[in-house]
C-alpha cells in the first residue's frame, strides 16, 4: 500500500490507522495477503512515482516472488493552494491527471494497481502548517481526476469524499488539524476496504466474506 500520511495512519494513535487496521485483519486469515505500509507523510503524486519502483521490487515474498498487487492512495496533498486560499495548487489539476496516467502505466508493469479515492478536509481550520489551504471543492475534483484516469486504465477505484460526506456527522470524523482522519474516520475507513468487492476479489477473499451461518 503506497501513499501519504493518510496510508501511513497519521491521526490515528489508537488503531495505527486504516492501514494497519487491515494487516491486522488480514493476518488473522490464513493465506491472507501480507500488507506493507508504504505511506509517507507529505507525498504528493510526483514523490511516490519517484519511490514507486524501488519499494515495490524489494518487498517480495517467499521464492522471490514479486508483490501481487499495488494499493495506491495519494492525491490530498497535491489539491493545497499555497501561502493563500487562491494560491497555485501543489500540482495543477492538469498536471496531477497527466502524471496519474503515467504512474497508473508504470505501476501496471510491476503489479495489478487499485486506487482510493480521497477523504474530506475541514475549511474553517484552514491553512494547514500556516501555509497550505484546501478546500472540498478542488478536493472532489482531483477525486473526479483519480477516477477519469483509473476508468481510462481499466484500474478499480474506490471513491471515500461522498460517501463520508454523506454521514450528517462527518466533521467528527476529521482530526483538528482539518486534514487528517482521526480514530474514528480510520476505522470508517477501515471497514470500506474490508468489504471493497475489487480488493477481496483480487484478495481470493470473497467466498469467505461471503458465507452466512448455516
Not at 494497519?20 to 505500509?37: A, D, F, S
Not at 505501476?107 to 494547514?128: H, K, S
Request: proline share 7%; aromatic share 8%.
Amino acid at each position: 500500500m503506497l501513499g501519504d500520511s493518510g496510508v501511513y495512519g497519521w491521526g490515528d494513535p489508537d488503531g495505527g490507522g486504516w492501514c494497519e487496521q487491515l494487516r491486522r485483519h488480514w493476518m488473522e486469515i490464513p493465506c491472507g495477503p501480507v500488507l506493507y505500509n508504504l505511506g509517507v507523510r507529505g507525498d504528493g503524486l510526483e514523490r511516490l512515482a519517484a519511490r514507486l519502483e524501488a519499494e515495490v521490487r524489494c518487498r517480495g515474498e517467499l521464492r522471490r516472488q514479486g508483490p501481487q498487487g499495488i494499493l495506491l492512495g495519494i492525491g490530498l496533498n497535491d489539491t493545497a493552494r499555497v501561502g493563500r486560499p487562491d494560491g497555485r495548487h501543489q500540482l495543477a489539476p492538469e498536471a496531477f491527471l497527466f502524471g496519474l496516467q503515467q504512474l497508473l502505466h508504470q505501476a501496471g508493469q510491476l503489479a495489478p494497481v487499485m486506487v482510493i479515492g480521497l477523504t474530506p478536509v475541514d475549511e474553517a481550520v484552514m491553512p494547514f502548517a500556516g501555509c497550505l489551504w484546501y478546500d472540498l471543492a478542488t478536493v472532489r475534483h482531483y477525486e473526479g481526476l483519480l477516477e477519469e484516469a483509473c476508468l481510462e486504465a481499466d484500474v478499480p477505484f474506490l471513491p471515500l469524499l461522498d460517501g463520508l460526506l454523506e454521514d450528517p456527522h462527518w466533521l467528527r470524523l476529521l482530526d483538528s488539524d482539518g486534514l487528517h482522519l482521526n480514530s474514528a474516520g480510520h476505522r470508517r475507513l477501515y471497514e470500506r476496504l474490508k468489504h471493497w468487492p475489487a480488493l477481496l476479489r483480487w484478495a481470493s477473499l470473497e467466498p469467505q466474506q461471503s458465507r452466512t451461518p448455516a
